[in-house]
T-cell receptor, first 112, second 118 residues
């Protein structure tokens, strides 16, 4: 079953604009990760935020985590056409079963 | 450094036929994962190996799916017999050994095998 649910399911923006994607989850976690998947390709790890962190930056990426609301957001600033991809959040749940649980993804389209 | 290698990239079979997928993880990565990704969904874990040992296969449909990781390197995932609902992308990922009892942070994914069952 899917742990995280991304919102929106699809997003279309113009190059240069910012893109914000949200992820909600249900159980307590050790960390939350964001992955990108280009069409027909495997997933690429973008950024990890631990449960005791609230915000993290990596280049044009900014991730926030609110454990009280069980939600996270991924912000891509100054988007480029090459950012067009599906973005997934994945949670490492705080249970005995050590496995990542992925959401259903947000499909981002950046128009040139 | 070579990434995770999977083959074949595409496979089309008729239902009730067997099929096998092969994965070569990144050199030195002890942990190997098989995921299934249905269209428009995120990946779902089928099985996780630590070296040769399958430490988490709770989501593997054992009536028709099997996997092995001989010598703790390459792995094969098999479906026999395949059903229409098995059409999906099968992803292999690997990661380095994490601290004891801790899941490694980053998983590296292969390009996947797209299976179509007719």
């Amino acid at each position: 079953s899917q742990q995280g649910e991304e919102d929106p399911q699809a997003l279309s923006i113009q190059e240069g604009e910012n893109a914000t994607m949200n992820c909600s989850y249900k159980t307590s976690i050790n960390n939350l990760q964001w992955y990108r998947q280009n069409s027909g390709r495997g997933l690429v790890h973008l950024i990890l935020i631990r449960s005791n962190e609230r915000e993290k930056h990596s280049g044009r990426l900014r991730v926030t985590l609110d454990t009280s609301k069980k939600s996270s957001s991924l912000l891509i600033t100054a988007s480029r056409a090459a950012d067009t991809a599906s973005y997934f959040c994945a949670t490492d749940k705080n249970t005995g079963r050590r496995a990542l649980t992925f959401g259903s993804g947000t499909r981002l389209q950046v128009q040139p | 450094e070579a990434g995770v290698v999977q083959s074949p990239r595409y496979k089309i079979i008729e239902k009730k036929q067997p099929v096998a997928f092969w994965c070569n993880p990144i050199s030195g990565h002890n942990t190997l994962y098989w995921y299934r990704q249905n269209l428009g969904q995120g990946p779902e874990l089928l099985i996780r190996y630590e070296n040769e040992e399958a430490v988490d296969d709770s989501q593997l449909p054992k009536d028709r799916f099997s996997a092995e990781r001989l010598k703790g390197v390459d792995s094969t995932l098999k479906i026999q017999p395949a059903e229409l609902g098995d059409s999906a992308v099968y992803l292999c990922a690997s990661s380095s050994q994490g601290l004891a009892g801790v899941l490694p942070d980053t998983q590296y994914f292969g390009p996947g095998t797209r299976l179509t069952v007719l």
